[in-house]
Structures are given as C-alpha cells and as structure tokens.
C-alpha cells in the first residue's frame, strides 16, 4: 500500500512506460540494408544474362498459385495468393473476429518485486484430505482467442471469455442513431435479509451481470421452457441471478419468463457462468449464508430440470478462511477438458474435471467431479485478506486473478504453482483483462480506495490502474484517479470509491485505448469518470465526467463499420450512451420502473450490476428489483 503523503490527489499520478532499446528495430535495418544490396546485385547481374533468364523463365514451372510478373530491370517479381479469410462460423462473436492473439507468449524473466521466492508463498493442492505433490494436469489446460471461447452466440460469462474483454455479443447494425429506449422491464425480484447486517439483500447486486444465450434447437426442446418458448425459433435467452435467492430467465425480446425460476434459496450477487459447450448447464456461486444453515458455496444446475448436479460447500476446512465460503467470482469452463476453474471467497481455487454426459436421446445431462482445491498464502496475509471476488481471466494456461489482500497473481493450472505475485497499491476486487498486442501479453487492472486512511467518515484517496506485463509481472505503466470512499464503523455499511467495474480493452476503431471507469469522483456519493489511456504510454486521451457514481461496468458495443460506443450505467438507473472515440456523450437514459402504472418512479434504480448486451438490446439489473431491456439506436 503506498504511504499516503506519496499519493498525488490533484495530478495523476503517472508511471510512464518504461523504454527499452528496441534491438529488434535495430535487426530489421540490419536486415533490409543487406536484402537492397542483394536486390542491387542480382539486378546488375539480370541484366548481363537478360537472354538466358527470359528463356529459362519460359520453361520453368512455377510453384501453384504464384504469379510471376518482369520488371523493367529483367527481374521476376513473385506474387503470391493472398491468404484466404477464414469465414465467421454463427457461435463466434462478430466483436472479436477475427481472431488476432497468437496465444504463444512464454513466461520471461519474473520481475523481481513479483517473484514468488520473494513473496513468501505457500501453496498446497489436494484431491480430497490428499496433499498431491508435483501436480501436471492430464490432458492440461490451454485456452485460445477468445473468438474460440464457445460453442453457441451469447455472452456466457462475466465479460464473456477467457480474456474477459467483452460484454457485448454482435453488432449495433450498420450505424447508430444516437438513441435508447427502455422496451421492457420485468419488476418482481424479492430480498432477502443479510446473514450479517441489519439491511436487506435486494435486487440485483454487484456484479450480478445477466447471461444471454441463443440455444441450438435440440438443447432447446430438451429443456423446461414454456411450450410456447420451447416453440420459438431462435430463442434468446437472458438468465439473471438475484440477491433474493433466485435465477431468473426471460426472453430477450419482450423480458416475458420462459421458464419458472430456480430458488437457490440464499443471495446471489456475483455473475454465473453457462456451458460453453452450449450444454444445459448452470454453474453458479452463493453470495451470503443467509440461506440453509453451513450451506454456503457453488452449485451446478441442469437447465433440463432445473435439478442441482453437484454442491461445494464453501465451508472447507482445508481452506485458510474456513469460516467463509461465499462465491462472487465468475467461474469458466475450459471445454477442451471439461474442467471447471472457480476461484472462492475461503481463499481456494477449485478446478473440477467434470467428467459431463450429454444424453440428447434421454433428454438427460450429469456430471461426475474430479475436484482439485488449491490453496496459497502470502507471508503476513491471514483472516479475512483471505479470499477472491475477482474473477479469472486466463491466457492459455496461466490464470490471472487478484485476492483481498490487494494482490495481482498468475498461477499456472496445469502445475498449480504460483509464477508470480504482484502487491497492489490499495484493495481490488475487479477482473483483470488480457490483450496480446504484437505477441506480448498484458493485463489491465485497478484498485478501489480503501486503506489508505484509518479513519471513520469520508475521505479522498487515489485509485491506481496498471498495465502489467503478464509474462513477467513488471509493470508496465501506473497512473491514478482521485476518488472518493466511505469508510464505516461496520464494514458492511462501507460504500468503497475508485475502480469497481471491470476495464473496456479497445478493439476494431479504438483499438489503441483502454478505458477505466473510476467512482465516487467528486464526493460522497457523488461523481464517476470514464478515462480513456493510450494503451502505449498510459496517457489519458479523453474523458467523460457523470453526476452520479457508479460500480457497474461499462461496456463497448460497435457497428458494421467497427466503429465504438459505450453504455454505462449508473446509481441513480441511468444509462450514458458514449461515442468511444472521443467521450462525447450521445444521449442518456433515465429508466422508469412501473412506467406507466399509478406508482410510476425513477427512484431506487441503483445500477450496480453490470450489463450484458446482444445485438442492439442491452439488459441490466438494478437494487429495487427491476430488470431492464434498453434497445440501443
């Protein structure tokens, strides 16, 4: 944590990038001065042996599909096919196409301040009571671009991949109007008292992003939809966990249910995860213990009944924070070995081989885990710094993540060993992102403001942001944002400033920005930035200041032309709809809940979850109980 008469509250504070001497530019001159001498030479020696080349050249074949075109110098210029375009397949997401990461990074040389035999780590890995020593997955875990991440359209985690860059499945249309609409709302989500403090559960939470699937025809008639959903061609489907206890699911077009809900029974604030296989299956996390007694942890569903599959307790005693088992990270499914990877608040990373079976003839699904719980501590880490509400992202086989300890990790799956571990500047509990950018690999990240002060009441601090070599833990460049936070007598009264949503990775038209989005800005309550940096140098290019704070993510949508928008949604039910390119603000909506009833209201509408967007109709929870489908124009 910095020392807080270093923090530099009214100028960014600003870690530039780090220049190296560039020995690869340095072998390319090398290279091209020697290749136009060589040109020079064979020039000069084409035209002494004009008559022979020509003659040869009328006799020799050539190399099937390239063409041969003389210069005026004599010499035979080779002009091969172009590459074919591999065409878009319907599961892949037109955002992300086509695929541009190389997925063949390796781990360099670890920075030192990030080196685990620096860092005091001990880690343990069992099956069972079984402690496994020297662990080498079979067959081991690697995932690709996230173009490749699933098997049916739709967004089936948080930030939909394995990179977790996106949140937005297909395009807005041709062009944009510069409008949304509220077409929909579904007004019913309950509450449920806390298991810990005095408030209620209510709504949806953070980060409580709603799934939207597009099921292949025979999964659909499998499962235990509405007969007339289970009808409809092309259904789409969002699936919305609740801090009542329940998932819901609606149809896309109209937010009509398409199936009963499934009761948990205790609060869901984190965001689930789908089969990316397109398989009928759930796998979601329990935020509270506020439900059946020692029942805390993740459960798998069978969408064909709604049926539990398999419960993790939470509450395991192999875990450093035993006492606690919630689950808010989103888990991801590595389909190749049908393993399950879900990070836990007790501190453990379980990964589960499923060992899944998918009877379409019996209208049947199960599975049968092999489960691994891996568990590491930091020297002087205990209690509650214990645990992970972030999600992982995960670029082949190293998986990111940070804990509340306010530490950034990489840890390979295959070996469950530590690579390395970076110390943070403050608490974070948003998601890393990955970019590979010219066959290096980097994450994105941030922090809240939370301890840089031991004090009660309100106080200004900075939220720093990263970009951090993956490979190696070095950072690459830091700045900072002055936020705000609230720091209570009761932790669960804590309302936390700086960086709470996951960060925009620039892609088609802004694909040289990273954007943050920083909260509680200009007081208690008060203020949110997006911030749009130069993915290069960490220099800000734009930025768009909001009136009310917010904890929701933003995310980028495009249309057909690859140029960028942004929604972001707000605490007080406010969705800015923003031209990526500049920060300019399009138009903004205030969404009403029992719009047109006698009890009418725009109050309540906390946006803290963040949405999900297919095509060019966006859906987002909010506090009061209300979810919402906005048509994007």
């Not at 035999?117 to 020297?134: C, E, F, M, N, P």
């Amino acid at each position: 944590m910095k020392q807080t008469n270093y923090v530099r509250y009214d100028n960014q504070f600003h870690r530039p990038r780090k220049r190296r001497p560039d020995y690869a530019l340095l072998i390319m001159i090398g290279l091209t001065v020697g290749l136009m001498l060589a040109v020079i030479g064979l020039g000069i020696f084409t035209l002494f042996n004009k008559d022979d080349a020509q003659s040869s050249s009328t006799s020799s074949s050539q190399p099937s599909g390239v063409g041969t075109t003389p210069g005026e110098t004599g010499i035979v210029i080779a002009t091969p096919s172009p590459t074919p375009v591999v065409e878009r397949l319907s599961n892949q997401n037109p955002v992300l196409y086509p695929a541009t990461a190389k997925m063949s990074a390796e781990i360099g040389t670890i920075a030192s301040e990030a080196s685990p035999s620096t860092r005091g780590i001990a880690q343990q890995l069992y099956q069972g009571d079984t402690v496994i020593s020297d662990f080498n997955r079979n067959p081991a875990i690697q995932f690709s671009d996230p173009l490749f991440y699933q098997s049916v359209p739709g967004i089936l985690t948080f930030r939909g991949n394995n990179f977790r860059n996106n949140a937005a499945w297909g395009t807005l249309g041709p062009s944009v109007a510069g409008t949304l609409e509220q077409v929909w709302e579904f007004r019913d989500i309950g509450s449920l008292g806390s298991s810990a403090w005095a408030f209620s559960w209510g709504g949806t939470g953070w980060t409580g992003q709603p799934l939207i699937v597009q099921w292949d025809a025979e999964i659909r008639q499998m499962m235990n939809l509405y007969p007339d959903k289970k009808a409809k061609e092309n259904l789409v489907e969002v699936i919305q966990v609740a801090l009542d206890g329940k998932i819901y699911f609606f149809d896309l077009d109209d937010g009509s249910l398409t199936r009963d809900p499934i009761n948990v029974g205790a609060t869901i604030k984190g965001t689930p995860a789908l089969d990316s296989r397109g398989y009928p299956i759930l796998y979601v996390g329990q935020g509270d213990n506020n439900g059946s007694a020692g029942q805390i942890g993740f459960r798998i569903y069978s969408l064909i009944n709604g049926q539990v599959l398999h419960f993790q307790n939470g509450l395991d005693s192999r875990a450093h924070r035993s006492n606690w088992g919630a689950c808010d990270s989103s888990p991801i499914l590595c389909a190749d070995t049908d393993t399950l990877i879900y990070p836990s608040e007790n501190g453990m990373i379980y990964t589960l081989k499923l060992n899944t079976t998918l009877d379409k003839a019996n209208a049947t699904v199960s599975v049968s885990p092999e489960v691994y719980a891996y568990r590491f501590q930091l020297s002087g880490v205990s209690g509650s710094k214990m645990g992970i509400e972030s999600s992982m992202s995960i670029y082949g086989h190293y998986g990111y993540f940070s804990d509340n300890s306010g530490n950034l990790f990489c840890v390979d799956l295959n070996t469950m060993q530590v690579i390395w571990s970076r110390q943070l500047d403050d608490d974070t509990d948003v998601t890393p992102v990955i970019e590979e950018d010219n066959g290096r690999v980097y994450i994105y990240t941030g922090t809240e403001v939370d301890w840089q002060k031991d004090e009660i009441g309100y106080y200004q601090g900075a939220a720093y942001t990263y970009k951090i070599d993956a490979m190696t833990g070095e950072e690459v460049w830091q700045t900072s944002y002055s936020c705000w936070t609230k720091k209570a007598e009761n932790s669960g009264d804590d309302v936390n400033g700086g960086v709470l949503g996951t960060p925009i990775i620039g892609k088609k038209s802004i694909s040289n920005l990273v954007i943050f989005s920083y909260c509680m800005t200009q007081g208690a309550y008060s203020g949110n930035a997006l911030v749009a940096y130069n993915k290069l140098t960490g220099e800000k290019v734009w930025e768009y200041s909001m009136n009310l704070y917010s904890w929701s993510s933003p995310v980028d949508c495009y249309d057909d032309a690859g140029n960028a928008y942004i929604v972001m949604c707000d605490s007080g039910g406010q969705v800015h709809y923003v031209n990526a390119a500049n920060g300019q603000r399009l138009t903004y909506l205030q969404t009403i809940r029992n719009k047109g009833l006698s009890n009418e209201t725009k109050e309540g509408l906390n946006m803290e979850s963040s949405p999900s967007v297919f095509n060019n109709t966006m859906v987002i929870g909010t506090r009061s109980g209300s979810v919402f489908g906005i048509k994007i124009g």
